[in-house]
């Protein structure tokens, strides 16, 4: 074993303890009867262990793929710590305690008596889990790390509503051959704990909506420019992004007047965006309707893929209906791996919930994005790679996983998958909130923009419906820097494309396999292997 491969594996240990509820969603071994540790000494620990093993990567010689993934990979689980989101999210399911718990738990489907009992051991450590969180809160607020006080209440409402309601606890939603100790872990340890969480969150102060960035807390800024850096795998500024941001709006204005015009005879985009926003024509029949349209749309492009690929999943994707219990609160679609060693397709929920309050227009780049050609493609490909550390398959650098999504969805247009200009349209929508994400992700965490300034903003330049806009300006505030992910790695993708295109014999297919090639990398990474790639013609 090499000194790099060592090292990609130990790193791999570290992400199951940063976040075993994540990593046992991706099927791997020895995760599923863990949560992790939030307090702030095991915390520090597994920091000086990352830190450590990218200290020792960056000593190596060589270029190898592998050594800058451990590299990037690690520095960004010390950014994560380091960062003490922890202290002050509340709610946001990728962040906070409360929201990783409630959204990531329920997803454990055991399927054998082992899988069972460690689905138990995983409840018997939730009491352990809250009362490390509460301490963790108010040792925040005690540093000046207060949480958004609306965002506090959200909590206290959910963990009310969770309460009341027994009957309805997600934890009781897996299915287990006895179910005896799950329900006495729930009613003795669980609830009581529950409870006590929710006392500790009645006790702390909060920030209020004029002040919701990290620049209003102690480092803020540098905290920010560091999980800037770390979701983009960029240098690129807070005030580059927001530029960035304000000008691809305007080159969007451009696209909505040329296709607005052939589909409701508008040039203006404000209006055509409000025609999309408000005419219940564009609405959805049915939830068979919507589920047949994200079928037809993940079957054409999986019929077109050969022809712009030279290689593809061994497994077709699955396209479902989120399930009942889940999609009233579930987003409009959402793509779930198969596990990690490839065994089983990964699946495309589409969420039929309330059908006809759901816009037709974004159905096909939804599934762009989230199946074919999009994240199924690049997930299952990457699953699929021989003879590299596990490291490799499973490392979630957003900036080119969002990137590619969002690469598909033009993509899609090029190939000529979209049925018709109104599902263009929705790309541009798709376009527009993603482009919006620079704006106001920075103007939130540097800038330190009110709350109402960024609702104001998204209604003005997306086509989010007002819940949406609501709830992505919770989750920028309590996941500050993730949203600029997805069109930083896109521009970037496009920019190696045109760049690669200059080269003689250029080949698209050749191209997109390579991006696909090596599993997840840091952008700085992926340009690099795509300009040796173009060197050797």
Known sequence: MTEVRALADELVEVLVAENPLYEMLQGLPGTGD??????????????????????AARGLDGDDLTREVVIAEAEAVATR?????????????????????????????PENPDQERDYLTALAAVPDFLAKSGRRHLAGARAGRLPVARRVRVAIEHLDAHLAAPQDDPLRRPPLSSEEERDRLLSEEIRPAFAAYRDVLRELPGRSDDEPGLCFLPDGGQTYTALARMHTTTDRTPEELHRTGLDLLAELDQEYAEIGSRVFGLRDAAEIRQRMRTDSALRW????????????AVARAEAAAPSWFGRTPKHRCRVEPFPADQAPDAVGAAYLPGPVDGSRAGTYFANTHAA??????????LAFHEAVPGHHFQISLAQQLDDVPLIRKVVGFNAHIEGWGLYAERLADEI???SDDLSRLGMLAMDSTRAARLVVDTGLHAFGWPRSKVVDFLRGHTLLPEVEVQSETDRYIEAPGQALSYMVGRLEIQRLRAQAERHPGFDLHAFHDLVLAHGPLPLPALAEAVVSWSRRG
């Not at 863990?34 to 200290?55: F, K, V």
């Not at 029949?285 to 037809?296: M, T």
């Not at 006809?356 to 780049?365: D, N, S, T």
């Open 416 to 418: 000529g998958l979209y």
């Open 81 to 109: 710590i380091g960062s003490c989101l922890v202290e002050h999210t509340m709610h946001d399911s990728a962040v906070s305690p409360l929201g990783r718990l409630m959204e990531m738990l329920p997803q454990r489907q």
């Open 285 to 296: 029949s049915s939830g068979e309707e919507l589920l047949a349209a994200a079928k037809a």
């Open 34 to 55: 863990r949560l992790n540790d939030p307090d702030e000494d095991a915390e520090a620990a597994l920091r000086s262990r990352a830190s450590r093993i990218a200290d």
């Open 356 to 365: 006809e309050q759901r816009p037709r227009f974004l159905a096909e780049a």
